[in-house]
């Protein structure tokens, strides 16, 4: 095994979208997950507005797609 | 003695639990050692009386509390992950103390767009407003387990994903205030429709806000809109009828309150305010005047419209067009709406129809409005038109 985490559940999850240059957020995991989960990435941020604001800066956010924040769980 | 207890927890409920929230980084913990405070205070302030300070009395008793439990179970600190964990010190009772107000952090975190509008308004009644959850329950029709579910999510939210505890910093602070106002509108909407309690609430929070952020024009506006719109209230209903705003008895409307509203409307407008909670506080503000400016309220209309793109904003001028330039000029508007399951598209175009003497189509739309109407006020209002027409 090389990598692995345990997410927290889904209702700890925010979805992030940009649309026109503004970042939106919204309650809940992108529904759509289970058919297109294209990758992830693991950052440290210091709170959730960290997180969304590098969220926001990742193309899928931008291309239309959505980008969904879970925190890990910390043992 | 109750009363002056109900007084003190209504006033002091939202500053004293926002600044041990600060303290404590945990909202249960902080809301546990705040419910211990006001229980201690229930058993003392009877006795012994008020304290001159009150706020400052709760907040140092229930700081005390919180230390006492640290100190009783070291682990829990681990267990809770404090991020700043106090100091085990006594705190002096200080009764000319001005106690932290950090209840702009807690409505800014409970109203954050990562929780959902029912959760930001559930946490924000039960945090900032003071309400129980049985009361939130009651006044939302949920049973009380899936409003205390709903809570307990939003707090494990607030913690596991690290929503902060912060009034946000510029560039995200017209997003988020948007959010919080957006919040409060809501829940006195919920009020408007009858429920006087939640009106109240809303209000009690509109002023916290105005006095937190007099410098928001949107803020103050939305104040001044719901000070405007309540001030009517009595006149409202005649038993359990609705009475409609042009058949209502002014000598019921609460003059002290209107006159609040339009102060607090002229501040927003010399803060150059032209959002949508401004231009909606003008407007009632023209309501409430005697005669009615038409013209003036479908100008102010037409500029919400173009801000809001609301088809429900259009119906809206739709009203002011009609008394200005006839109900035909009303009815060209209202046809134009794609709000087919809207009650009051129905109503209204019913009403302009029923003015045009057009009696058959006027019939048929008071009978979709029915259709699509649960208020029982409501229904029995459009059940008297129905009537009257024959």
């Known amino acids: ?75 | 003695m109750v009363a002056i207890l109900e007084q003190a927890f209504r006033e002091q409920w939202g500053r004293v639990l926002a600044a041990l929230i600060g303290f404590l980084g945990d909202f249960d913990f902080a809301e546990e050692a705040a419910q211990e405070a006001f229980a201690i205070a229930a058993d003392r302030w009877p006795r012994d009386g008020v304290p001159a300070n009150a706020g400052a009395w709760l907040l140092a008793t229930a700081r005390n509390r919180a230390i006492d439990r640290i100190r009783r179970d070291r682990a829990l600190a681990a267990k809770t992950q404090l991020l700043d964990p106090p100091q085990p010190t006594e705190l002096e009772m200080d009764e000319t103390a001005t106690i932290p107000d950090e209840r702009l952090e807690l409505v800014f975190t409970c109203c954050h767009p990562a929780l959902a509008t029912e959760a930001q308004v559930a946490l924000t009644l039960r945090t900032l407003g003071g309400l129980t959850t049985p009361e939130i329950a009651r006044a939302f029709l949920v049973p009380e387990a899936t409003m205390a579910q709903r809570l307990v999510r939003a707090k494990r939210k607030i913690k596991a994903a690290g929503i902060p505890f912060r009034v946000p910093p510029a560039h995200l602070l017209p997003d988020r205030l948007a959010a919080v106002l957006a919040v409060v509108y809501l829940i006195f909407n919920a009020g408007y429709s009858g429920r006087g309690g939640l009106a109240a609430d809303a209000l009690r929070l509109g002023r916290a806000l105005a006095e937190l952020m007099p410098d928001e024009p949107e803020v103050q506006g939305l104040l001044a809109l719901m000070l405007l719109h309540d001030a009517r209230r009595a006149a409202r209903f005649r038993g359990e009828d609705l009475v409609l705003l042009a058949d209502q008895d002014r000598s019921l409307w609460d003059a002290d309150q209107i006159a609040e509203g339009r102060r607090v409307l002229d501040r927003a407008l010399a803060l150059r305010g032209r959002g949508s909670y401004v231009i909606q506080a003008a407007i009632s503000s023209l309501h409430a005047s005697e005669p009615r400016d038409w013209p003036q309220i479908a100008a102010l209309y037409g500029e919400l419209s173009r801000l809001t793109g609301s088809p429900v904003v259009e119906l809206n001028r739709a009203i002011a067009v009609a008394e200005v330039e006839g109900p035909e000029a009303g009815l060209a508007i209202v046809d134009r709406l794609q709000l087919d399951d809207y009650q009051y598209l129905h109503s209204t175009r019913a009403d302009l129809l029923r003015r045009l003497d057009r009696k058959g189509p006027a019939r048929d739309a008071y009978r979709r409005a029915l259709a699509l109407s649960e208020d029982p006020a409501e229904r029995s209002l459009l059940e008297r038109r129905l009537t009257e027409l024959g």
């Open chain 1, 1 to 75: 095994m090389t990598s692995g985490l345990q997410l927290e559940p889904a209702e700890t999850a925010t979805t992030v979208r940009v649309q026109d240059g503004r970042t939106l957020s919204t309650d809940g995991p992108f529904v759509e997950m289970k058919e297109a989960l294209a990758g992830y990435l693991v950052f440290e941020a210091d709170d959730l507005d960290a997180a969304i604001e590098l969220a926001g800066r990742i193309p899928a956010a931008r291309l239309g797609g959505a980008v969904e924040v879970r925190p890990i769980t910390e043992w």
